[in-house]
């Protein structure tokens, strides 16, 4: 009984601070918006794209700031007391290190693809992102590795279905698996992040699910964080359902595949994340399959267009249909993993 009345409060914070943040966002949305487009922050799209999405050249982007800076003002007012007192609380700061500082990369491929002197619609180079992801990954898995407050599953793996069997990450190789599932999970939900509201409806569905493992597990900053971010993710999508009036960008989809990447590591969950986040890892994967089924047969596609969301659109599937069908499929994916993280 002691237990029960310990977790209820911690879960009507939590769910409590998410229904602020969509609150926060549905009223400062708007303006904002308007900014972005006196400030001429809009996309510009690639040649190679349908007729569709050449449409949407203009719409105002880095939007991913509607997301993060409710969510890092929202996660640190309600941790404050903590904080100040180095307590348990004080370890959102790690977290919110890795979502602010993916978003700040973000931020910088968004402006280059605007203004910089590229090929339309590109940013940085990949090579030089991803050396930067790398880094921040590196540099994130370190911080953990060495930090004085306890984590309970971060150097965990537990196995699904084995109740109480879990395997320990070597302290060798701690640091090289949490930066390639960081940095692997931010170029995931990028991947995701082309069709108006699939990256922000499925990262949703997928926050939301570890935010149910945390609870259960007793991790309630890492609860708060997540439905903190669902409802900042849920007021986004009240502008960038289609036809979108704002896209996400880079500065939202980096910064929110990090952090769902550290998220797993954190709650010891990380062979659930393929099932959770079942949508980008299937995008990632046709990508990676696309290319190597090019390289085989010297030019021919696996795939009428990769990502997947770009196969089925091929395929006559609406922007629309694409985009309710694979949040369907995330949500029951969501519901899946949690069960199997209770078994």
Known sequence: MNQEILLQPSLTLALTAGAVAFLIGVIWGGPFIEILKILGIGKKIRKELSEAHQLKEGTPTMGGIMIVLPTLVIALAINFVNIVRLDLGASIL???FVFVSFAILGMLDDWEGIHGSGPVGEGMSGRAKFAVQVALGIIAATLFSISPL????????QLPLQEGIVIPIPAILFIPIMAFIIVGTSNAVNLTDGLDGLA???????????????????????????????GALFSFLWFSAHPAQVFMGDTGSLALGALLGLVAMMTGQLLLLPIIAIIPVAETLSVIAQVAWFRITAGQRLFRQAPLHGHFEKSGWSETQVVQRFWLVSILSAFVGVALALL
């Open 94 to 96: 790690l977290p919110l």
């Open 150 to 157: 306890e984590f309970s599953y971060a150097n965990l793996i």
């Open 200 to 230: 922000g409806t499925t990262s949703a569905s997928a926050f939301a699910a570890y935010g149910v493992i945390a609870y259960i597990q007793g991790q309630f900053f890492i609860t708060q964080l997540c439905f903190v971010i669902v």
